[in-house]
Every structure is written in C-alpha cells, then in structure tokens.
C-alpha cells in the first residue's frame, strides 16, 4: 500500500470512527468503558499525531490481571470522548502504593530509567507473576532483568558488572533454563524485587553478612552446617573478613562444586587469606596433580577439612582431628593406617624446625644436584672447547661418521 | 635428519669402507637394553615432568594432549614398572655372570664398570688436557665418565624407583617408614628425577653424541660396532691391551648394514629431539 492510500485509509477509518463515536455518546450514558475506548485503541493502525502507536490488544488486556478494569480507572484523567490529545502518565502507585514506596528506597529508584513496565512488560498485558505470560514468571525473571544487566546493557552506564550471561551459565541458570526448575534461585530470589538494595547497603540481602541467610533460604542444610563452623560463626561475630557463601562459590557464576572447573578454580579461593597453608599444599603430590586439569580426584582444601563447616583442627568432629584422620585419608587411600596419617599434607621442606627430616633430605638433594651438574656442566664446556680446538688445529671431520 | 644425498654418499662410504675393520663394543642385548632405557626414560620424563611443573604453562595443556591427569598417571606407572623390569633383567644379567658363569673381571679390572685408580688418573688428566697442560689420557673399554652415566642410572634406579613405589603403595610402605618419610619421598623422587632429566639431556647428550669426536650422534650404541680408527681414538688403551693379547681379532664384527644406520639415526635424533625439547620446557619453568 503507498503512502497516500494508507493516508486515506487512516482518514476514512477516523472519519468512520468519529461517526461511531459520536453515535455512541448520543446513545450512551457518560461514563466510558473499555470496549468504548477500543472502538480506536482497537484498531493496529491507530497512531498519535507523533506517529507512535496508540493500539491496545483488546483480547489481551481482558486476559491481563487487569482486564476487569476500565480504561479510566488507570487513565484518570481522560473523562470522555473526545480526550485532550496530551494525557498525564499513569501512575500504578496509585493502586500499588507498597510497591511503589519499596521501589523509591531501592536502587531502582530513578522512575524515569524504571518505570514498572521496564520489568512488568507491556502495560495493558500485565500478567500475575504466577503466570507463564508474565514477565516476572519466575522463568522469565532472568530474562527481564538481563535487559539491562547484560554485555552492552543499561546497567554498564551506572559502572555495573555484565552477570546475565555469567547466571545463565550457572548451576542456577541451568536449573532454570534448561530443566524449567520454579524452584531454581533467579535473580530476585536473592536481591527481592521492589525493594532492590545495593549488596554495601547493611539491610540488603546481599550484603556480605547476609548472604548465607539469603542462600540459605532455599539451602536451609547447608546453612546450618556453615553456621557451625569457623566461618559462619566469625561471620556471626561481625568479622567480614571471614568467607561467606559467594566467597568461594562466586555470586552468579556458581557451579557444581564436583565439576572439575570449579574444583580447579576453588583452591585458590582459600589460599587467598590461608597463604601459608595454599603454599605449603602446593608442594605436595595433591595439588601437583591436582592442577593438570581435566576431572580431578585429587584431595583439595575442602576433601579433607569439609566445605561448609569447617572446624578447628582440636575440634574432636573435625575430619582433620587427629583421631579422625584415618577415615579422612582412608576415604581415598584404601589401606590408610596409623603411621600413613603421619603424613604432612602442609609439610614445609624450608622449615628446618618444623620438618627437620624433610628439610635436610631437600638441602642433600639441592646439593648433590647442585655439585653433580656444576662439575659435569664445566667438564663438558671445557671438553667442548678443547675438542674443538683440536678438530680445527688438526682438521678432521667430525667422529660419528666413522661408523 | 639426514638428507636422500647423505643417505646415498653414505651408503658409497659405507660400500668405499668395506675394507675397513668394524669391532664389536655392544652385545646385541645391551643395545636392546639402552633401547628400553631411552624409551622409557622419555616416556617417564614426559609424564613426569608435567607433574613436577604443574603449574606451567605447558603441564595442563600437555596433561590434557594425553588425556587428562589420570592417563599421564597411568603412562608414568606403566614406564615405571617396565623399566624396572629391565633393571631386574639387568641384575639378573649381572648375578649371572658373575656368580653363574664365574666370569673375571666384572667388578674389577680394565673392561669393569667399578671404578679403580686409573679412573681417578683419568680426570686428572682430561682436565689437565682440557687446559692444554698434558696429553690426552688413553682410556679403557669404559671411560670414567661412561662410568659415571651407568652408575648414575644405577643409583638413579634404585632411589627413584624406590620412592616412586613408595608413593605408589603409601599406605604399605608406611608399616615400615616414619610419616615424614611419606614427604621426603616426593622430594627424593622429584629432586633425582630432575638431576637425572638434567643429566641425560644436557650432559650424557653432549658427552657421548654432540661433542666434535662423535658428532652428531655416537652410532655405536645403535649398531653395536665401530669402526678400527674411531677404536684406536677413543679407546686407545683398550685397543692397545687387545692388540698385545692379540685378541683384536675376536672383537671384529660386521660393517653395520645401511638400513641399521638410517633406522638409529631416525631414532636416535627423534630421542635427542624430543630429550632436547624437554630440557627446554624444564628450564623455562624452573627459572619462571
């Protein structure tokens, strides 16, 4: 269709409009109601004088959670036909007043970048959030946040990290995406969803000290196992330093802690703030062959000290306990005994006082490898030379083609 | 590698020497012994040493060319036990000789592996030839620093292997080893393995095949005979004492075929190649 006959089209059907229109308010009493105002909004091809659409779905809004509503209810300030060709914005605190209170304490509180419908979708097609259809449906959460919590999104320009791709690809976000879990934490089954707060801000649930209650909403065991141990309870005392959930398991990239990415990435997550003891392990077969890759068995951090609750080692449940050792060692070396836990999993060789036999069998090894290649090293440098100088003063070929 | 020319000219030199004396200096066994030595020495040293540095950049991309740390385990074991079967064999041989077959001058005398005074002369005297103060020494059938090379896997043998079976099988060994024995291992093992890489591929390969009386590489290992002048060269003594005995002739063997030469060159280069490359790797991660 060219441009003159669609502008005539849209005339004609004005034309036909404003006829049925006034025909209907001769007729009808003066209140008006959806399927009156749908008589324009109805028609796709309605625009503004701005050339932006002006179209409602009928069919859709009377599905919508507000479909039993009127037009006006929402739209208060339009009380007939015609309406003023500027209407004021709606504002959904009228009816949502928490919602709305809770949004302007969060860090979405800026209503021009948030209006409601940057994550409730389409106003006139606002789904409960128990309904597939809806933008906030558990399943399509990630989704709606990731519009601007994206690579390239919005939240890049307030200096905010990309996690969308990073939640998509985790143990959640498989959860969600791939198995359809309702139950799989999506964003804001960890940050709310009105009362969004920054995780420096002390009340939000992401704030260091909150995070295992936060995690532990869903994972209630684990929870309490970590609140047991030296962690949780150093984190109960107000010491931030102490690991939290997110610590090792990292904020949205989690992943399932048997896979051998995460086994690999997760040792040094400890060794962070236990130098020392990261130092010391390092030296040892666990984690020299624990650090080729690929699926990993080899003892690390938490096989041996637990993940979770994490005990001193005088801690008489704790599995590095002295009396506990055997079953620790034994769950991967069959056979382990009394003398085979003696073992130094943190033995430290430069430590003369602490590891006296290691320390001088390491400084015999260093010097005989030390002597050995230093004498052979100047031995064969000074041969080489020498050989040389004999092959050129008396011009002879090279000896291994003598046979 | 050696060019198509070369293997023509040599096949002529080969064909030209015909009338040249070949001697015997290796048994058809000691080559096939140093064979399964080098084989699995690399074999050990390439699994081995991704474990050792496993933190550099080349162990997990290596690790993970053989398939993973349970395959590059699995392959370090599987040399091990090989080798040590033919460390068994090696003793076995030995024992034999000495005691079965009553045969003189294994662990003493001029064609002995131990070493003796003339050895200590020998050192002196290289050294002093190094420096341009004294002739060259004449040497024996074993060279003190060919001595040097079979103790030093001797040793090697025992102090690696052991350790090795001692991590293997921790949890028998430690019935009769003290618990800071079970970290000494480790460090024996990795400490004598990497003097033993060292050695090998820096100090036995220049010795015995890149330095300019053997260059490129030493063939006799390989074909087991060498010619009557490289002889008289590099083992003057040892010629020298046949001759008077007048048993030089017992020693002459057959000019190696070309096939033979061609087929240790392929392996012999492929095994300095590959020792080279990982003296390479472990010297870019013991210094980073």
Same mark, same amino acid.
């Given at each position: 269709?060219?441009?003159?006959?669609?502008? %005539?089209?849209?005339? !004609?059907?004005?034309?036909?409009?404003?006829?049925?229109?006034?025909?209907?308010?001769?007729?009808?009493?003066?209140?008006?109601?959806?399927?009156?105002?749908?008589?324009?909004?109805?028609?796709?091809? !309605?625009?503004?004088?701005?050339?932006?659409?002006?179209?409602? #779905?009928?069919?859709?809004?009377?599905?919508?959670?507000?479909?039993?509503?009127?037009?006006? %209810?929402?739209?208060? #300030?339009?009380?007939?036909?015609?309406?003023?060709?500027?209407? *004021?914005?709606?504002?959904?605190?009228?009816?949502? *007043?928490? =919602?709305?209170?809770?949004?302007?304490?969060?860090?979405?509180?800026?209503?021009?970048?948030?209006?409601?419908?940057?994550?409730?979708?389409?106003?006139?097609?606002?789904?409960?959030?128990?309904?597939?259809?809806? +933008?906030?449906?558990?399943?399509?959460?990630?989704?709606?946040?990731?519009?601007?919590?994206?690579?390239?999104?919005?939240?890049?320009?307030?200096?905010?990290?990309?996690?969308?791709?990073?939640?998509?690809?985790?143990?959640?976000?498989?959860?969600?995406?791939?198995?359809?879990?309702?139950?799989?934490?999506?964003?804001?089954?960890?940050?709310?969803?009105?009362?969004?707060?920054?995780?420096?801000?002390?009340?939000?649930?992401?704030?260091?000290?909150?995070?295992?209650?936060?995690?532990?909403?869903?994972?209630?065991?684990?929870?309490?196992?970590? =609140?047991?141990?030296?962690?949780?309870?150093?984190?109960?005392?107000?010491?931030?330093?102490?690991?939290?959930?997110? #610590?090792?398991?990292? *904020?949205?990239?989690?992943?399932?802690?048997?896979?051998?990415?995460?086994?690999?990435?997760?040792?040094?997550?400890?060794?962070?703030?236990?130098?020392?003891?990261?130092?010391?392990?390092?030296?040892?077969?666990?984690?020299?062959?624990?650090?080729?890759?690929?699926?990993?068995?080899?003892?690390?951090?938490?096989?041996?000290?637990?993940?979770?609750?994490?005990?001193?080692?005088?801690?008489?449940?704790?599995?590095?306990?002295?009396?506990?050792?055997?079953?620790?060692?034994?769950?991967?070396? +069959?056979? *382990? %005994? +009394?003398?085979?836990?003696?073992?130094?999993?943190?033995?430290?060789?430069?430590?003369?006082?602490?590891?006296?036999?290691?320390?001088?069998?390491?400084?015999? !090894?260093?010097?005989?490898?030390?002597?050995?290649?230093?004498?052979?090293?100047?031995?064969?440098?000074?041969?080489?030379?020498?050989?040389?100088?004999?092959?050129?003063?008396?011009?002879?070929?090279?000896?291994?083609?003598? +046979? | 590698?050696?060019?198509?020319?070369?293997?023509?000219?040599?096949?002529?030199?080969?064909?030209?020497?015909?009338?040249?004396?070949?001697?015997?200096?290796?048994?058809?066994?000691?080559?096939?012994?140093?064979?399964?030595?080098?084989?699995?020495?690399?074999?050990?040293?390439?699994?081995?040493?991704?474990?050792?540095?496993?933190?550099?950049?080349?162990?997990?991309?290596?690790?993970?060319?053989?398939?993973?740390?349970?395959?590059?385990?699995?392959?370090?074991?599987?040399?091990?036990?090989?080798?040590?079967?033919?460390?068994?064999?090696?003793?076995?041989?030995?024992?034999?000789?000495?005691?079965?077959?009553?045969?003189?001058?294994?662990?003493?005398?001029?064609?002995?592996?131990?070493?003796?005074?003339?050895?200590?002369?020998?050192?002196?005297?290289?050294?002093?030839?190094?420096?341009?103060?004294?002739?060259?020494?004449?040497?024996?059938?074993?060279?003190?620093?060919?001595?040097?090379?079979?103790?030093?896997?001797?040793?090697?043998?025992?102090?690696?292997?052991?350790?090795?079976?001692?991590?293997?099988?921790?949890?028998?060994?430690?019935?009769?080893?003290?618990?800071?024995?079970?970290?000494?291992?480790?460090?024996?093992?990795?400490?004598?393995?990497?003097?033993?890489?060292?050695?090998?591929?820096?100090?036995?390969?220049?010795?015995?095949?890149?330095?300019?009386?053997?260059?490129?590489?030493?063939?006799?290992?390989?074909?087991?005979?060498?010619?009557?002048?490289?002889?008289?060269?590099?083992?003057?003594?040892?010629?020298?004492?046949?001759?008077?005995?007048?048993?030089?002739?017992?020693?002459?063997?057959?000019?190696?075929?070309?096939?033979?030469?061609?087929?240790?060159?392929?392996?012999?280069?492929?095994?300095?190649?590959?020792?080279?490359?990982?003296?390479?790797?472990?010297?870019?991660?013991?210094?980073?």
């Amino acid at each position: 269709m060219n441009e003159a006959a669609r502008k %005539n089209a849209i005339l !004609m059907i004005r034309s036909l409009a404003l006829v049925a229109g006034l025909a209907v308010l001769a007729l009808a009493p003066r209140n008006l109601r959806a399927q009156d105002c749908l008589t324009c909004h109805g028609d796709s091809s !309605m625009t503004d004088s701005n050339g932006h659409s002006i179209f409602v #779905d009928g069919k859709h809004f009377g599905d919508s959670i507000h479909g039993s509503l009127q037009c006006s %209810n929402c739209h208060a #300030d339009i009380k007939g036909y015609p309406h003023p060709d500027k209407v *004021a914005p709606v504002d959904c605190k009228t009816c949502h *007043a928490d =919602q709305a209170t809770q949004l302007s304490g969060s860090v979405h509180a800026d209503s021009k970048e948030h209006p409601c419908t940057s994550c409730h979708g389409n106003a006139h097609e606002i789904f409960p959030k128990t309904d597939a259809r809806s +933008a906030v449906y558990p399943l399509n959460v990630p989704k709606t946040c990731g519009q601007c919590h994206n690579d390239n999104g919005m939240a890049g320009k307030h200096g905010l990290a990309s996690v969308y791709p990073n939640y998509i690809d985790s143990i959640h976000g498989f959860a969600l995406s791939k198995e359809g879990l309702l139950v799989a934490a999506n964003c804001q089954s960890c940050h709310g969803s009105h009362h969004i707060l920054s995780h420096t801000d002390p009340a939000s649930p992401t704030y260091k000290s909150n995070i295992p209650q936060t995690c532990g909403n869903c994972h209630a065991k684990i929870n309490d196992e970590y =609140q047991a141990g030296v962690h949780g309870q150093a984190i109960a005392k107000g010491d931030l330093k102490a690991p939290v959930c997110s #610590d090792c398991h990292t *904020a949205h990239a989690i992943l399932q802690p048997t896979e051998s990415a995460f086994r690999m990435q997760s040792t040094p997550i400890c060794g962070n703030c236990h130098k020392d003891k990261f130092s010391t392990y390092r030296d040892t077969f666990h984690s020299q062959l624990g650090s080729l890759g690929g699926y990993v068995e080899t003892a690390r951090c938490w096989d041996c000290h637990g993940a979770h609750d994490v005990r001193p080692t005088s801690d008489p449940t704790s599995p590095v306990n002295p009396a506990n050792l055997i079953a620790t060692c034994g769950r991967c070396h +069959a056979g *382990a %005994n +009394a003398s085979f836990v003696k073992y130094q999993p943190h033995a430290n060789a430069r430590d003369r006082k602490l590891n006296p036999g290691l320390y001088f069998v390491r400084l015999f !090894m260093n010097l005989l490898l030390a002597s050995v290649l230093t004498f052979f090293l100047l031995h064969t440098i000074l041969w080489l030379i020498r050989s040389r100088y004999q092959q050129v003063k008396t011009k002879s070929d090279n000896g291994g083609k003598h +046979a | 590698m050696p060019e198509p020319e070369a293997n023509t000219s040599a096949s002529v030199s080969v064909s030209a020497g015909a009338g040249e004396k070949f001697y015997v200096r290796f048994t058809r066994a000691q080559r096939y012994m140093h064979a399964v030595l080098f084989t699995t020495f690399l074999g050990l040293a390439a699994t081995g040493l991704p474990m050792r540095f496993s933190e550099s950049f080349w162990a997990r991309r290596f690790a993970t060319g053989v398939g993973g740390f349970g395959s590059i385990l699995f392959l370090h074991k599987f040399f091990a036990v090989v080798l040590t079967i033919a460390f068994l064999i090696h003793l076995k041989d030995i024992f034999q000789r000495a005691f079965i077959n009553r045969e003189k001058g294994i662990f003493w005398g001029p064609t002995s592996m131990v070493a003796n005074w003339k050895d200590v002369k020998d050192i002196i005297g290289h050294m002093r030839w190094f420096l341009g103060l004294g002739p060259k020494p004449k040497f024996d059938r074993y060279a003190y620093w060919e001595k040097f090379d079979y103790w030093a896997v001797f040793w090697g043998m025992i102090v690696i292997g052991f350790s090795g079976y001692a991590m293997w099988f921790a949890p028998f060994f430690a019935h009769f080893l003290p618990g800071w024995a079970l970290n000494a291992v480790l460090v024996i093992h990795s400490e004598e393995a990497l003097l033993a890489v060292l050695f090998i591929f820096s100090i036995h390969f220049v010795n015995t095949h890149l330095r300019p009386d053997s260059f490129p590489m030493d063939m006799v290992i390989f074909t087991g005979v060498e010619s009557e002048e490289e002889f008289k060269e590099k083992r003057a003594q040892e010629y020298q004492r046949n001759l008077g005995k007048g048993e030089l002739e017992k020693k002459v063997g057959i000019a190696p075929p070309l096939w033979l030469l061609n087929f240790s060159k392929v392996v012999g280069f492929t095994a300095i190649f590959i020792g080279l490359t990982l003296l390479v790797l472990t010297l870019t991660a013991y210094f980073s």
